[in-house]
């Protein structure tokens, strides 16, 4: 079986000058033996056929991409999507679970994503999983090939840093949620990890030499990403909480745009009472912890801390037992000194 789909992955590359007696070439009848296979898994409802095919679909992908993109976006589509049967790791499923076909999906869709001419699809069908996946025991999950196919500081794709952003905002109309989080993996990490996605074997879309990313496009690039995440956040103070735990990370400019978007968003009076009593204490949690640890390297300065205090007395909740509980939540709480 992989012999026959290696084949044809070398029929749909290099079959434009092989042609059969009745004069379809060689790309095109992987083509339609791609399309033709795929067609018949969409119309099996229990997901085997999908299944059994999995392993083999990353070398159909490179033998017919456009067939097998649209078999994707037909498979994820409904109400009851066929592709969603492809996650079998569910925490309850048993010893067996140990593997899971949907992994196959997510190479398929990491080396698609190295084709100028397919990354916007890829990454659209990436992100319908990442809305499918029920969670599970492996950690190959779609959420996380879109954070390491976009890593700022290693991208895993050949698009330029515009069309990686336009590609983004794409995901952030259709698939809101999963866009949120993919923004928030872009945001700098004090010990951050990189693993490197699934390469085609034939095709030539992954670049022969590593491009380095330049610091000012990476800067640029991070700038882009807070950004949206201000526009994004809104007056969900969940989100403004988990912005505001990579605070510290980001640039000083930065660090002055989300501070400026929260002072606007507190004396417009546009957040609720309950969403700015989250955000206060978020706030005097993170000035507490860089106060306690001053000397530490990740400390942020004084001065960068003033300026929060300001926001701080700004957001102050009315209710004293809102402003005290935090002390006793904690055998150790950050007190600031």
Same mark, same amino acid.
């Given at each position: 079986r992989r012999g026959l789909a290696r084949s044809l992955a070398l029929l749909g590359l290099h079959g434009e000058q092989t042609f059969f007696s009745g004069g379809m070439s060689g790309s095109a009848w992987a083509t339609y033996l791609v399309r033709s296979l795929l067609k018949i898994a969409?119309?099996?409802?229990?997901?085997?056929?999908?299944?059994?095919?999995?392993?083999?679909l990353p070398l159909m992908a490179e033998a017919a991409p456009d067939a097998a993109i649209d078999a994707m976006v037909s498979g994820s589509s409904g109400w009851d999507p066929i592709l969603e049967k492809m996650f079998t790791d569910r925490d309850?499923?048993?010893?067996?679970?140990?593997?899971?076909?949907?992994?196959?999906?997510?190479w398929t869709l990491e080396l698609l994503a190295w084709s100028p001419e397919h990354f916007g699809a890829a990454i $659209?069908?990436?992100?319908?999983?990442?809305?499918?996946d029920p969670?599970?025991?492996?950690?190959?999950?779609?959420?996380?090939?879109?954070?390491?196919?976009?890593c700022p500081w290693h991208p895993e794709n050949?698009?330029?840093?515009e069309r990686r952003l336009k590609v983004i905002d794409q995901v952030r109309r259709r698939h809101p949620d999963?866009?949120?989080?993919?923004?928030?993996?872009?945001?700098?990490q004090l010990h951050a990890t990189h693993f490197p996605t699934s390469a085609p074997s034939y095709r030539d879309w992954k670049p022969s030499d590593v491009v380095a990313v330049l610091r000012g496009d990476y800067i640029d690039f991070i700038s882009a990403v807070v950004a949206r995440c201000i526009e994004d956040a809104g007056t $969900?103070?969940?989100r403004w909480n988990m912005l505001l735990s990579d605070y510290s990370n980001l640039q000083p400019s930065d660090r002055t745009r989300v501070l400026n978007a929260l002072?606007?968003?507190?004396?417009?009076?546009?957040?609720?009472?309950?969403?700015?009593?989250?955000?206060?204490?978020?706030?005097? $949690?993170l000035v507490g912890r860089h106060r306690e640890f001053a000397d530490a390297q990740w400390a942020l300065p004084e001065d960068a801390l003033v300026e929060l205090d300001a926001l701080i007395d700004q957001l102050q909740p009315e209710s004293a037992f809102t402003r005290h509980e935090w002390l006793f939540q904690d055998h150790m709480p950050h007190v600031g000194d």
């Open positions: 969409n119309e099996d409802p229990t997901g085997r056929t999908w299944a059994s095919l999995s392993g083999l309850d499923a048993g010893l067996l679970s140990s593997t899971s076909p949907h992994t196959h999906l997510l $659209d069908l990436l992100a319908r999983l990442a809305e499918l969670g599970g025991r492996l950690s190959n999950r779609p959420a996380r090939s879109l954070a390491e196919v976009f050949s698009a330029t840093p999963v866009a949120w989080a993919l923004l928030c993996s872009l945001l700098p $969900d103070s969940g002072v606007e968003l507190a004396a417009g009076g546009h957040i609720a009472r309950e969403d700015a009593d989250d955000i206060w204490t978020a706030l005097r $949690d």
